[in-house]
């Protein structure tokens, strides 16, 4: 993943975007920069209405992290509530008026990784099974070899691009025009929330038609949630398919594969980055 480095170290104190100074309660004499960088987003801010703080914006500025977010980490209450890297992520950012949980999937997936590299290392090792023999063994993945990944919706033939962070398409089967949209963190949580709410009821899952209620945004120009939500729990399986397919296609995001080589057989193959619980507890 591309990063600016150039703002690590010292300030310049004209600078009005200089690093935060932290100052000792004790003793008001010492003081220490707080290192910041600038974490490329995978949007480049293109996706967000004109009032949100990373509209626009290709980077978001974000301080290394500390053992106060160490300490969030490991919060009982932080992790039995699942909340406990969204605080992390929060506190990282230098603008206080971005919301992570407003900030696209992918964007916010650019800062996780960009927090686990100030925190611990840009090599993740973690357990893998290989593809081929099924062999379990320990892998190192370079986080920083992740790059950004987003295709320009105005050039794909089947999705335009509204430019108010909707886009549209026209289903294959059905034929309905449908405006989608992007989803943010808030929408991943709600989605988690709900298929673990649907496990502890022993409730049917619904994760796909859950998705689809949240990416639509109107149906041949309606936009009421009722017959938003009858479109997506009756549209054909190719409707289905096109629309998730679509959003696939536009979403910005980090592309999280990695080269893999088993050890035992020597099988060889691209590898999706697992976010096991070590990938911010390594030494568990």
């Given at each position: ?17 200089a690093?935060p100074?932290?100052?000792h309660q ?13 974490v ?8 967000y ?23 969030m ?8 509530k ?17 919301k992570v ?11 996780l990784i960009?927090?686990?590299v100030?925190?611990?290392g ?22 920083l ?11 794909t ?9 909707t886009f549209t ?6 034929g ?15 989605l988690?929330d ?8 022993k409730?049917a ?16 120009g309606e ?35 990695q080269?893999f080589e088993?050890e035992?057989c ?16 390594p030494?568990?």
């Amino acid at each position: 993943m591309s990063r600016n480095r150039e703002r690590m170290g010292l300030p310049n104190p004209t600078d009005a975007g200089a690093p935060p100074t932290q100052t000792h309660q004790d003793n008001p004499g010492f003081s220490f920069v707080v290192p910041t960088e600038f974490v490329e987003l995978p949007s480049k801010g293109r996706f967000y209405p004109e009032n949100h703080p990373l509209h626009n914006q290709e980077t978001i500025e974000i301080k290394q992290m500390t053992a106060k977010e160490e300490d969030m980490l490991s919060s009982r209450a932080l992790l039995k509530k699942g909340v406990a890297i969204d605080r992390v992520l929060q506190s990282i950012v230098i603008n206080n008026a971005i919301k992570v949980d407003s900030m696209l999937i992918g964007d916010r997936n650019a800062l996780l990784i960009a927090a686990r590299v100030s925190g611990y290392g840009q090599n993740y090792e973690t357990a893998v099974n290989c593809p081929a023999c099924g062999e379990n063994q320990k892998h190192s993945f370079d986080l920083l070899e992740l790059e950004n990944t987003a295709l320009d919706p105005d050039e794909t033939h089947n999705i335009t691009n509204n430019n108010d962070g909707t886009f549209t398409t026209t289903l294959p089967r059905s034929g309905a025009v449908v405006d989608f949209r992007l989803l943010n963190g808030r929408d991943e949580k709600a989605l988690v929330d709900l298929a673990e709410n649907n496990r502890k009821r022993k409730r049917a899952d619904s994760l796909v038609t859950s998705q689809l209620k949240m990416l639509i945004v109107t149906v041949n120009g309606e936009s009421d949630q009722s017959i938003v939500a009858q479109v997506a729990e009756s549209i054909p399986s190719i409707d289905a398919r096109h629309l998730r397919n679509c959003y696939k296609e536009i979403a910005p995001n980090v592309d999280m594969t990695q080269f893999f080589e088993c050890e035992s057989c020597g099988h060889e193959q691209e590898l999706e980055v697992p976010l096991t619980a070590d990938f911010f507890w390594p030494d568990i």
